[in-house]
Protein backbone atom coordinates (compact mmCIF):
# COMPACT_ATOMS: atom_id res chain seq x y z
CA UNK A 1 0.00 0.00 0.00
CA UNK A 2 1.24 3.56 -0.67
CA UNK A 3 0.27 6.56 1.70
CA UNK A 4 1.53 9.91 1.65
CA UNK A 5 1.84 12.33 4.98
CA UNK A 6 0.43 15.23 3.02
CA UNK A 7 3.05 17.59 5.37
CA UNK A 8 1.92 20.83 3.73
CA UNK A 9 5.18 22.66 5.03
CA UNK A 10 6.65 20.99 2.17
CA UNK A 11 4.42 21.50 -0.38
CA UNK A 12 6.76 23.50 -2.77
CA UNK A 13 8.87 19.60 -3.45
CA UNK A 14 7.10 18.66 -6.75
CA UNK A 15 8.60 15.10 -5.84
CA UNK A 16 8.47 13.06 -2.77
CA UNK A 17 10.75 10.17 -1.57
CA UNK A 18 9.46 6.61 -1.15
CA UNK A 19 10.12 4.40 1.82
CA UNK A 20 9.86 0.80 0.99
CA UNK A 21 9.58 -1.45 4.32
CA UNK A 22 7.66 -4.19 5.77
CA UNK A 23 4.22 -2.48 7.69
CA UNK A 24 6.31 -2.56 11.04
CA UNK A 25 8.30 0.08 12.76
CA UNK A 26 11.63 -2.05 12.78
CA UNK A 27 14.71 -1.08 10.75
CA UNK A 28 12.35 1.63 9.11
CA UNK A 29 11.44 3.31 12.45
CA UNK A 30 14.16 5.81 12.43
CA UNK A 31 13.49 6.68 8.77
CA UNK A 32 9.85 7.63 9.33
CA UNK A 33 11.28 9.70 12.68
CA UNK A 34 13.75 11.73 10.71
CA UNK A 35 10.97 11.89 7.77
CA UNK A 36 8.46 13.22 10.29
CA UNK A 37 10.76 15.67 12.29
CA UNK A 38 11.46 17.61 9.80
CA UNK A 39 8.12 17.47 8.39
CA UNK A 40 9.56 16.05 4.96
CA UNK A 41 7.15 14.94 2.05
CA UNK A 42 7.08 11.63 2.00
CA UNK A 43 5.56 8.08 0.60
CA UNK A 44 5.78 4.31 2.39
CA UNK A 45 5.21 1.15 0.34
CA UNK A 46 4.67 -1.72 2.63
CA UNK A 47 5.39 -5.08 1.25
CA UNK A 48 3.38 -8.36 1.75
CA UNK A 49 5.50 -11.01 3.39
CA UNK A 50 4.61 -13.40 0.94
CA UNK A 51 5.74 -10.89 -1.92
CA UNK A 52 9.65 -10.43 -0.20
CA UNK A 53 10.52 -13.92 -1.95
CA UNK A 54 10.03 -12.03 -5.40
CA UNK A 55 11.19 -8.29 -4.65
CA UNK A 56 14.46 -9.12 -2.46
CA UNK A 57 17.01 -9.99 -5.33
CA UNK A 58 15.97 -7.13 -7.11
CA UNK A 59 17.05 -5.24 -3.79
CA UNK A 60 20.64 -3.77 -4.08
CA UNK A 61 21.77 -6.36 -0.52
CA UNK A 62 18.97 -8.31 -0.55
CA UNK A 63 17.44 -6.39 2.41
CA UNK A 64 14.88 -3.45 2.96
CA UNK A 65 14.25 -0.81 4.05
CA UNK A 66 15.19 0.71 0.87
CA UNK A 67 14.56 4.54 -0.21
CA UNK A 68 14.04 6.36 -3.37
CA UNK A 69 14.74 10.44 -3.89
CA UNK A 70 14.20 11.52 -7.45
CA UNK A 71 17.04 14.09 -5.71
CA UNK A 72 19.75 11.18 -5.50
CA UNK A 73 18.23 7.56 -6.57
CA UNK A 74 17.68 4.49 -4.67
CA UNK A 75 19.64 4.17 -1.04
CA UNK A 76 19.95 0.74 0.64
CA UNK A 77 20.71 0.57 4.86
CA UNK A 78 18.44 1.62 7.17
CA UNK A 79 21.17 4.23 8.85
CA UNK A 80 22.46 4.88 5.84
CA UNK A 81 18.96 6.10 5.06
CA UNK A 82 18.28 7.92 7.88
CA UNK A 83 21.87 9.58 8.01
CA UNK A 84 21.02 10.81 4.16
CA UNK A 85 17.47 12.08 5.05
CA UNK A 86 19.44 14.25 8.91
CA UNK A 87 21.92 15.96 6.81
CA UNK A 88 19.39 16.98 3.70
CA UNK A 89 16.64 18.26 5.90
CA UNK A 90 19.30 20.05 8.13
CA UNK A 91 18.91 17.80 11.34
CA UNK A 92 22.32 16.59 11.42
CA UNK A 93 25.27 19.32 12.72
CA UNK A 94 27.38 21.39 10.73
CA UNK A 95 30.30 21.04 13.06
CA UNK A 96 33.10 18.22 13.66
CA UNK A 97 32.37 18.24 17.52
CA UNK A 98 28.89 17.87 17.36
CA UNK A 99 28.62 15.57 14.67
CA UNK A 100 30.76 13.17 16.61
CA UNK A 101 28.48 13.37 19.19
CA UNK A 102 25.66 12.60 17.40
CA UNK A 103 27.39 9.35 15.83
CA UNK A 104 27.69 8.43 19.07
CA UNK A 105 24.57 8.56 20.31
CA UNK A 106 23.69 6.42 17.27
CA UNK A 107 26.64 4.19 18.56
CA UNK A 108 25.15 3.68 22.16
CA UNK A 109 21.68 3.60 20.74
CA UNK A 110 22.65 0.39 18.67
CA UNK A 111 24.55 -1.19 21.96
CA UNK A 112 20.67 -0.53 23.70
CA UNK A 113 18.44 -1.72 20.68
CA UNK A 114 21.04 -4.83 19.49
CA UNK A 115 20.90 -6.67 23.28
CA UNK A 116 17.18 -6.02 23.57
CA UNK A 117 16.83 -7.60 19.45
CA UNK A 118 18.58 -10.70 20.10
CA UNK A 119 16.77 -11.88 23.19
CA UNK A 120 13.35 -10.75 21.69
CA UNK A 121 13.99 -13.25 18.51
CA UNK A 122 15.45 -15.89 20.97
CA UNK A 123 15.00 -17.01 24.61
CA UNK A 124 13.28 -13.80 26.00
CA UNK A 125 11.71 -14.84 28.92
CA UNK A 126 14.67 -17.12 30.43
CA UNK A 127 17.14 -13.68 29.26
CA UNK A 128 14.95 -10.59 30.20
CA UNK A 129 16.40 -10.26 33.24
CA UNK A 130 19.99 -10.21 32.56
CA UNK A 131 19.19 -7.77 29.78
CA UNK A 132 17.46 -5.78 32.10
CA UNK A 133 21.00 -5.66 34.46
CA UNK A 134 22.99 -4.65 31.40
CA UNK A 135 20.47 -2.11 30.25
CA UNK A 136 20.51 -0.51 33.39
CA UNK A 137 23.92 0.19 33.12
CA UNK A 138 23.88 1.62 29.25
CA UNK A 139 21.40 3.93 30.66
CA UNK A 140 23.91 5.11 33.38
CA UNK A 141 26.26 5.68 30.58
CA UNK A 142 23.49 7.45 28.29
CA UNK A 143 22.61 9.81 31.24
CA UNK A 144 25.80 11.01 31.85
CA UNK A 145 27.00 11.43 28.54
CA UNK A 146 23.49 13.34 27.44
CA UNK A 147 23.88 15.35 30.85
CA UNK A 148 27.09 17.07 29.42
CA UNK A 149 24.77 19.24 27.02
CA UNK A 150 21.25 20.06 28.89
CA UNK A 151 20.21 16.36 28.11
CA UNK A 152 20.24 15.92 24.63
CA UNK A 153 22.72 15.03 22.26
CA UNK A 154 24.40 18.47 21.25
CA UNK A 155 22.43 20.72 23.79
CA UNK A 156 21.11 24.08 22.65
CA UNK A 157 20.99 23.12 18.63
CA UNK A 158 17.38 21.61 19.59
CA UNK A 159 16.55 18.01 18.50
CA UNK A 160 18.92 16.25 16.07
CA UNK A 161 19.67 12.93 14.15
CA UNK A 162 21.18 11.60 17.41
CA UNK A 163 18.27 12.43 19.38
CA UNK A 164 16.20 10.90 17.25
CA UNK A 165 18.22 7.44 17.18
CA UNK A 166 18.18 7.25 21.39
CA UNK A 167 13.81 7.98 21.20
CA UNK A 168 14.24 5.47 18.77
CA UNK A 169 15.32 2.78 20.68
CA UNK A 170 14.08 4.22 24.04
CA UNK A 171 10.59 4.33 22.86
CA UNK A 172 10.22 1.31 20.91
CA UNK A 173 12.13 -1.45 22.91
CA UNK A 174 12.72 0.22 26.09
CA UNK A 175 9.62 1.81 27.53
CA UNK A 176 7.64 -1.12 26.17
CA UNK A 177 9.74 -4.20 27.77
CA UNK A 178 11.82 -1.86 30.63
CA UNK A 179 9.79 1.02 32.28
CA UNK A 180 10.67 0.56 35.52
CA UNK A 181 14.28 0.76 34.10
CA UNK A 182 13.63 3.97 32.09
CA UNK A 183 12.36 5.57 34.41
CA UNK A 184 14.87 5.44 36.95
CA UNK A 185 17.42 7.53 34.47
CA UNK A 186 15.70 10.41 34.61
CA UNK A 187 17.79 12.08 31.93
CA UNK A 188 17.18 9.39 29.45
CA UNK A 189 13.62 9.33 29.96
CA UNK A 190 13.68 13.12 29.65
CA UNK A 191 15.24 13.14 26.59
CA UNK A 192 12.83 10.54 24.92
CA UNK A 193 9.67 12.53 26.23
CA UNK A 194 11.51 15.74 24.60
CA UNK A 195 11.40 14.59 21.90
CA UNK A 196 8.21 13.15 22.15
CA UNK A 197 6.85 16.28 22.61
CA UNK A 198 8.28 17.97 19.18
CA UNK A 199 5.30 18.97 17.36
CA UNK A 200 6.10 17.09 14.16
CA UNK A 201 7.29 13.71 16.41
CA UNK A 202 3.63 14.20 18.50
CA UNK A 203 1.52 14.22 15.45
CA UNK A 204 3.49 11.60 13.88
CA UNK A 205 2.93 9.08 17.03
CA UNK A 206 -0.52 9.49 17.34
CA UNK A 207 -1.33 9.11 13.42
CA UNK A 208 -1.72 6.08 11.70
CA UNK A 209 1.24 6.67 9.58
CA UNK A 210 3.15 4.84 12.64
CA UNK A 211 2.73 1.20 12.28
CA UNK A 212 1.16 -0.42 14.98
CA UNK A 213 3.86 -2.77 15.08
CA UNK A 214 7.25 -2.55 16.85
CA UNK A 215 8.67 -6.30 15.14
CA UNK A 216 7.33 -9.27 13.23
CA UNK A 217 4.91 -11.51 14.48
CA UNK A 218 5.83 -15.38 13.95
CA UNK A 219 8.85 -14.13 14.37
CA UNK A 220 9.73 -12.04 17.40
CA UNK A 221 8.62 -13.38 21.16
CA UNK A 222 7.95 -9.94 22.09
CA UNK A 223 7.16 -6.21 20.89
CA UNK A 224 5.02 -8.16 18.05
CA UNK A 225 1.29 -7.08 19.09
CA UNK A 226 0.41 -2.99 19.37
CA UNK A 227 1.26 -0.87 22.53
CA UNK A 228 -1.63 0.65 24.18
CA UNK A 229 -0.13 3.84 24.76
CA UNK A 230 -1.46 7.67 24.76
CA UNK A 231 0.62 10.63 23.99
CA UNK A 232 -1.89 13.04 24.31
CA UNK A 233 -1.74 13.95 28.06
CA UNK A 234 2.35 14.45 27.81
CA UNK A 235 4.03 16.22 30.94
CA UNK A 236 7.45 17.39 30.82
CA UNK A 237 9.98 17.67 32.96
CA UNK A 238 11.21 20.46 34.70
CA UNK A 239 14.19 20.89 33.12
CA UNK A 240 12.01 21.36 29.24
CA UNK A 241 9.56 23.68 31.08
Avoid at 112 to 119: A, D, L, T
Avoid at 195 to 201: E, G, I, K, L, T
Avoid at 202 to 228: I, M, Q, W
Wanted: a neutral charge.
Amino acid sequence: STQSTGHPIHSILTMSVKLTYFAVRGRAEIIRLVLEAAGAKYETENVDFKDWATLKPKTQFGQLPILHDPDFGTISQSFAIARYLAIKHKLYPTNLKDQTRVEVAIEAARDISEGIVKIAFGDFEGQKENQGKTLDAQLHNLDKFLKENDGLCCGSGGINFGDLAIFNVLDNFVKPLYPDILKSHSVSQGLRDKVAAHSNVAAYLKSDRRPALTLVPGFAKTLNTPEPVSYTHLTLPTIYS
